[in-house]
């Protein structure tokens, strides 16, 4: 159990803090230069170029500080824990903004301004942004490490973390909503 709770968690760290990291970054130019589609902005002030490279910086850092401590961490749990290739760790930080960006796309095309909620969506958009392009750029690590299992619990523990990390942001003021 902690084998299988702890590896995904693991595996999916470096595409969980990038958008706590843009949060903390964000402003600056938007990465949709105030362009609109159909009357509504393409994407919205929310995310900019400044968030989305700090995300990613954070993400893909964050990777390999857990590659340096991957050995101690598996003494002390007993537990093989997996390590990031350069490419899948900029595949999981950089598919993390992608989908979170992707999402802002279809929240604008739906007609919800920036920082409406939008259930499901929210929690998992990164994620599934973060498989996909770890799949794409890491195919091979991708398919050894994300085993069913492992996405299982990943798809059901994500948005609690999700929920419970934008509640915090949004009580010590970091954070303009609580989702
Ligand atoms: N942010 C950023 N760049 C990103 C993602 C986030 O600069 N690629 C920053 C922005 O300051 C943003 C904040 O993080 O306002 C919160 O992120 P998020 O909740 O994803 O954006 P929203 O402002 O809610 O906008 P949207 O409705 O488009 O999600
Ligand atoms: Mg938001």
Redesign the pocket.
Known sequence: MLELVGGALWAMLPAYVP?NA??L???GRPIDGGRELGGRRL??D???W???AV?TAVGVALAMLLNYVTPATEGVLGIVLPTFPPLAALGLALGA?LG??G??FL?RRSG?E???SFPGLDQLDFVVGALLLALLLAPDWTLETFSLARVAVVLVVTPLLHVVTNVIAYAIGV???PW
Do not use: Y
Request: hydrophobic share 30%; glycine share 24%.
């Open positions: 958008n843009a949060v970054a964000g402003g994407l919205g929310g995310k900019t400044r968030g989305t995300g903004m979170d960006i999402a802002s929240k919800r920036r920082g409406a954070k303009n909503e």
